[in-house]
């Protein structure tokens, strides 16, 4: 698994974001490799309606702490990546 601190431009216009806004974001991919798991981290924010997407920061997550189930309890978006592949969080600036 692997987790990424991106910033993307929003592309279309939703709920409180203008086109041409850009936010911050932090993204789960469960995934092995860290090339295909940072492809589909743009591909995912591209579907959602960001462009320009920039990666900061990547994290590869031990499979160690994938799989203690204390982590996981304790960090629900790790839950739901481990559950559906990814999970997509936007933060308030």
């Not at 092995?32 to 589909?40: I, K, S």
Request: proline share 1%; aromatic share 10%; hydrophobic share 45%.
């Amino acid at each position: 698994m692997f987790i990424f601190s991106v910033n993307a431009t929003a592309r279309v216009a939703r709920d409180d974001i203008a086109v041409g806004d850009k936010k911050p974001f932090i993204v789960y991919i469960d995934y092995v490799d860290g090339f295909g798991a940072e492809q589909l981290c743009k591909v995912y924010l591209m579907r959602a309606g960001f462009t320009d997407i920039e990666i900061e920061k990547r994290k590869d997550v031990s499979e160690s702490l994938r799989n203690d189930q204390r982590v996981i309890d304790a960090d629900k978006a790790m839950k739901a990546a481990i559950e559906g592949g990814y999970m997509i969080q936007m933060f308030d600036e």
